[in-house]
């Protein structure tokens, strides 16, 4: 059983900076897609970025500029370097992976707060 454990949030003011980071229990470079979604209260978890087996790294647009992901494969963890964080960028964030036979694993969540 796959298992995403997430680490690295928590409060910091507008303009700053926080690294999140999921470490995977099985090889990170057999998942086709890494990546990581976040979820505000009352909203729904929204994709923020991902990187694929191959290294490709697709960001949404609210994040572009931003944060950056990255892996790490021989310690199995994903890293998303966020800057200039703000406000609404308050969320519970969650590590995603998929592997080859397209299954989907999620990880527990790790709370981010901006203060304004």
């Known amino acids: 059983q796959v298992q995403l454990v997430e680490s690295g949030g928590g409060l910091v003011q507008a303009g700053g900076s926080l690294r999140l980071s999921c470490a995977a229990s099985?090889?990170?470079?057999?998942?086709?897609?890494v990546g990581w979604y976040r979820q505000a209260p009352g909203k729904q978890r929204d994709f923020v970025a991902t990187i694929t087996i191959i290294g490709t790294t697709n960001f949404a647009d609210s994040v572009k500029g931003r944060f950056t992901i990255s892996r790490d494969n021989a310690k199995n963890t994903v890293y998303l370097q966020m800057n200039s964080l703000k406000p609404e960028d308050t969320a519970v964030y969650y590590c995603?992976?998929?592997?080859?036979?397209?299954?989907?694993?999620w990880g527990q969540g790790t709370q981010v707060t901006v203060s304004s």
């Open positions: 995603n992976a998929v592997d080859a036979s397209r299954s989907t694993y």
């Open positions: 099985g090889r990170i470079a057999s998942f086709i897609r």
